[in-house]
């Protein structure tokens, strides 16, 4: 897996914008990344009418970028490279997915903000769209890097995850949370109990989780963690237990096991992307 060299962070002028400033430099800086790109779309479509007249004589290209360049070379320590891409696109994905294709991206940096007003500077769309790592930072986020939870399924496609925890883990004192969500089958209820089923179908899992820990053959601090999600989905049940966990980082691949098309985003992927989450998200392609 290629390292992080190139970053793409997405800005909307909002207010979280100053966050993924300082949050894209921190990760810069521990990923040791050559180049990060400051990216703002107008969309002069969406100008109402009643403020064309006052804005013909405006160069908002020159404007927003001499705004940005401040706000970055206020907000932004990190030794990498940086620069601000001011462009006009109708659709914002459109437009990020060509310059992560023509700057080499690694990781695109986008706001969360679904618990804000509005929806945010770009939708689920960049899931399927971008060929590179996404990395999805609310407003609450803080800039360390502690505990990370890393979810698997046990599936050749969520070992890829732990590619990027270890380079997150290497050169500072990290705890790496294994986390694997399991369910005890119902088909077979009518003849057997749950209650009976559970302790057997969790001895499978914590020795499944072993084997697959050991194949791993993982250097960096790690410890596993089972939820049992009976009576959720594995997205949901992940979520309960973040919200009472001190967890900085949750890291995710962009698809699991039971996922056919290579351009396909997994479920529990798609529904953590979309939810209110209070940590950064990060989805491993």
């Known amino acids: 897996m290629k ?3 190139n970053i793409l962070v997405a800005l909307d002028l909002s207010a979280i914008d100053e966050k993924l400033i300082t949050y894209a430099s921190f990760i810069a800086e521990k990923l040791q990344a050559e180049n990060v790109y400051f990216v703002h779309n107008i969309k002069k479509y969406e100008i109402s009418e009643l403020f064309e007249e006052h804005l013909k004589d405006v160069n908002l290209d020159e404007v927003i970028g001499d705004e940005l360049n401040e706000k970055v070379k206020t907000h932004f320590s990190a030794s990498a490279n940086w620069e601000v891409l001011i462009s006009e696109d109708p659709y914002s994905e459109s437009l990020l997915k060509y310059i992560v294709d023509k700057y080499s991206i690694n990781l695109a940096v ?6 804000e007003k509005g929806t ?6 960049l899931l399927r769209l971008l060929r590179c790592d996404l990395l999805a930072v609310p407003a609450s986020a803080h800039e360390k ?3 990370i939870w890393a979810g698997t399924d046990f599936s050749q496609d969520s070992r890829k995850v732990f590619s990027r925890t270890k380079e997150l883990q290497e050169g500072g004192d990290v705890l790496l949370k294994v986390v694997h969500v399991y369910s005890v089958p119902v088909q077979f209820s ?3 109990s749950p209650e009976s089923m559970g302790p057997k179908v969790e001895k499978h899992v914590k020795e499944k989780f072993d084997k697959f ?4 053959n993982y250097s960096e601090n790690i410890e596993p963690l089972i939820f049992m999600g009976r009576e959720s989905g594995a997205a949901q049940k992940i979520l309960a237990n973040l919200r009472n966990s001190p967890v900085d980082l949750l890291m995710v691949a962009d698809k699991g096991g039971n996922t056919f098309s290579p351009f396909a985003v997994g479920t529990m992927t798609e529904e953590l992307f979309n939810a ?4 950064p998200l990060w989805v491993v392609k």
């Open 120 to 125: 945010g500077v770009v939708s689920s769309k």
């Open 145 to 147: 890097i502690e505990v």
């Open 190 to 192: 009518p003849y057997v």
């Open 110 to 115: 986008v706001g969360n903000k679904k618990h």
């Open 3 to 5: 390292k992080i060299k």
């Open 213 to 216: 820990l050991k194949k791993l």
């Open 276 to 279: 209110n989450l209070n940590v």
